[in-house]
């Protein structure tokens, strides 16, 4: 079994066999979607993404929050969004004073710090931050916190996210796809995570099956399953 602490499922029209997904949503239409999805090895994810805040009413995806297995993907962007800074901060607290103790998968593209306090501010217990390639120096604080942080395929090209992985205690890492999402022209999948597996061991200088035990056990300490 794999595992995919990340992925935009709904937008995959794949079944993927020996993967268990948590399914991220990123508005109130894609959490609907999310929600009707059927599948144990699926775990269910309702958000308005820090793109979105500036379109859509928070309301609509707050009452949906008691039908799913956890939050995400909600946080801040402070480098592609379009919405303004305090509007995506006013989402995201609300998302977070609402969390009613759900595991919460969060987007914190050049605001790493900012969503991380924003984290410990609301007493958050199970936090995930996807994709981590912030500052080396927070990883401590994540790991403090009792966080977990995603590593994506793209560890095996982006600098600063293999950093991140060098510098990550195994204890918090889990895999995530990102899947549905295209990123420098390539569709990502759940699959992606084989790869990306690899490259760990190699880096981690740990075998495959010791490896896959640790993110098996993260994945169901971050997910509480
Ligand atoms: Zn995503």
């Not at 399914?23 to 959490?31: H, I, R």
């Not at 979607?33 to 805040?53: F, M």
């Not at 995201?92 to 924003?118: I, M, P, R, Y």
Request: glycine share 4%.
């Amino acid at each position: 079994m794999y595992y995919d602490a990340h992925c935009h499922y709904s937008l995959l029209k794949k079944k993927y066999e020996n993967f268990k997904i948590a399914a991220v949503s990123m508005d109130y239409s894609s959490s609907i979607n999310t929600l009707s999805i059927s599948d144990k090895n699926i775990l269910k994810g309702v958000a308005i993404h820090p793109w979105n805040v500036d379109k859509e009413n928070i309301d609509n995806v707050l009452h949906l929050i008691n039908k799913a297995d956890f939050i995400g993907e909600i946080g801040l962007d402070f480098k592609y969004s379009k919405a303004a800074k305090d509007l995506q901060i006013k989402y995201f607290e609300n998302f977070l004073e609402n969390s009613q103790n759900k595991t919460v998968n969060v987007h914190g593209l050049c605001a790493w710090k900012e969503t991380l306090d924003l984290l410990l501010k609301h007493n958050i217990k199970k936090a995930i931050i996807h994709w981590y390639s912030g500052p080396i120096d927070l990883i401590k604080d994540i790991e403090g916190a009792g966080y977990f942080i995603t590593i994506n395929p793209s560890v095996t090209f982006q600098e600063k996210h293999k950093k991140v992985l060098e510098n990550a205690p195994l204890n918090i890492i889990i895999t995530e796809s990102d899947g549905g999402y295209e990123y420098k022209g390539k569709l990502l999948e759940p699959s992606d995570i084989i790869l990306a597996l690899d490259f760990i061991s190699k880096i981690k200088e740990i075998d495959l099956r010791t490896l896959n035990t640790i993110i098996e056990n993260n994945f169901r300490k971050a997910y509480n399953i």
